[in-house]
């Protein structure tokens, strides 16, 4: 097959499958993308770039819409070039939302697409209202409407598309979920397994927690209200009160990933270590680790906090699972599709840091009942979730598409 992935970044949602792809040899694979770090052996990487950023007097509403059409715009210049160098790819697998997958039809009409549609906005019963005591307000639901266009653009030209769960797929308009299939990525579930007696020792670091007895670990792409950061750190100060003994890994970078932001130069986690009383001796942040080290760390955990509003579901969540991790989790709708309190894992009200401390402390004061929760934790991930049984899955789906749309693409 000659296979053409759309991201911008690289190779984003699409590690797993085209890492298979490019080890079986036979396929041509092209990866267009704006990052320029990494690299896949096999896998073409071509650089789009556009040709300006979002003009800062463009409508408010507008600038999600904006950056989408530049986005397309780059993609759609780059991909003219390489037709017309003779590349016609048998299927396109691109991202949406972004942008890059917005004028692929306009190049390869032919040439069935796949959006892999992760999620799509919805002023009310979802994240955006999901915080009583933050009232919307009218530009942000109107906003919200305007930033699903590139979306709308997607689901109409595209073929066929994947969404990872049920609660993600239910976000979308249902004229259109008759084209969207629910079919998560896949956990690497040979990869992330349990390692009985692991501890988290990072010398670099000046990490060295060999002899801690209870490690509460934490992971996350960004320190922010989206993931529950201020309540998970309103917790750590709850617990160390009461657990002297007790440490906290945080790993994750200090930024905002989701979410509107701080004033400038203002985060999360500075807020939070300057509004509570922490011992820092026994809070520990890792920064972004490595996948080794983050699976040492989860492997190491004593006890996994997992906090989102109702929003994507976290990589890092089924990852502890699979590791076989107590985990201790938002009772939101993501997370109640995977979780079942008191069976694979315990669940609490998002909202309530001491709800969220007695949980851990539940965790942590009973390890024998524990082992039936991380076992069921782990089996829920081999069963439902793991890679070896979705990928070949999401392999066949590509063929059956690029077996579909071989013609004429002049």
């Given amino acids: 097959m000659r296979i053409l992935f759309l991201h911008p970044n690289f190779p984003a949602q699409f590690r797993h499958i085209i890492q298979y792809l490019a080890r079986s040899g036979q396929h041509q694979l092209v990866f267009m993308t704006k990052r ?13 770039e556009p040709v300006r950023e979002v003009n800062k007097d463009t409508h408010l509403y507008m600038h999600a819409l904006e950056s989408a059409v530049l986005e397309g715009q780059a993609v759609y210049r780059t991909l003219d070039q390489l037709k017309r160098q003779g590349f016609v790819p048998d299927v396109i697998y691109g991202h949406s939302g ?6 692929v039809k306009d190049i390869f009409p032919n ?9 799509f906005e919805n002023a009310h019963g979802s994240n955006l209202d999901f915080d009583p005591t933050s009232l919307l307000t009218p530009d942000q639901v109107a906003g919200c409407r305007v930033r699903n266009t590139p979306i709308l653009i997607d689901l109409y030209s595209a073929d066929g598309g994947l969404t990872p769960t049920q609660w993600q797929y239910q976000q979308f308009p249902q004229e259109y979920q008759n084209k969207i299939t629910v079919r998560h990525d896949g956990v690497d579930t040979r990869f992330l397994q349990p390692r009985p007696g692991a501890k988290v020792v990072f010398p670099d670091l000046g990490i060295d927690l060999s002899e801690a007895k209870e490690v509460i670990t934490y992971a996350t792409r960004g320190m922010e209200p989206c993931r529950g950061f201020p309540q998970f ?19 994750g970078a200090d930024r905002v990933a989701y979410g509107g932001q701080l004033p400038e130069g203002q985060s999360y986690k500075q807020r939070m270590l300057d509004k509570l009383p922490l011992d ?10 490595p996948y080794d080290r983050y699976l040492r760390l989860l492997q190491a955990s004593s006890v996994h906090v997992y906090l989102t509003i109702p929003f994507v579901l976290s990589w890092s969540m089924l990852d502890a699972m699979s590791v076989g991790c107590a985990v201790v989790a938002s009772s939101t709708a993501p997370v109640q599709e995977v979780i079942q309190d008191g069976v694979n894992g315990l669940l609490c009200d998002f909202f309530s840091p001491q709800q969220l401390a007695d949980r851990v402390e ?11 929760i991380r076992a069921n934790a782990r089996a829920t991930m081999v069963e439902r979730y793991d890679l070896s049984e979705l990928l070949p899955r999401h392999i066949h789906m590509l063929e059956s598409w690029a077996k579909r749309g071989r013609g004429d693409n002049r």
């Fill in 36 to 48: 320029k770090e990494g690299a896949i052996p096999g896998v073409h990487k071509v650089l789009y």
């Fill in 98 to 103: 972004w942008g890059p997958t917005l004028f």
């Fill in 111 to 119: 040439t069935p697409l796949l959006c892999y549609f992760e999620w």
């Fill in 233 to 251: 750190m309103e917790a750590v100060a709850l617990l160390q009160q009461r657990r002297p003994q007790c440490h906290v890994v945080v790993a």
């Fill in 280 to 289: 820092q001796s026994r809070l520990h942040f890792t920064g972004l680790l």
């Fill in 362 to 372: 539940e965790v942590l004061d009973n390890p024998g009942a524990m082992k039936r």
